[in-house]
């Protein structure tokens, strides 16, 4: 296992424990943040980008989706 299959576990971990945290608080950010950090995890573990190519690949398809179609 590589450096970056190990963050993109980490990340998967984080993420569980904060979307636990957001419904034990009542917390909708810190659920959706800890999605999100599971999510891009699991990317980074799978392909072993990372974090920050994949969130800036994230990052222009969502500017790419925002942009309103005439």
Do not use: C, H
């Amino acid at each position: 296992m590589d450096r970056l299959e190990l963050e993109g576990k980490w990340k998967r971990i984080k993420g569980a424990v904060k979307q636990k945290y957001g419904e034990w608080f009542d917390d909708d950010q810190a659920f959706a943040e800890g999605k999100f950090d599971e999510i891009v995890g699991k990317i980074q573990e799978k392909s072993g980008r990372t974090r920050e190519d994949i969130e800036r690949e994230i990052s222009e398809w969502k500017e790419d989706n925002d942009s309103p179609k005439l």
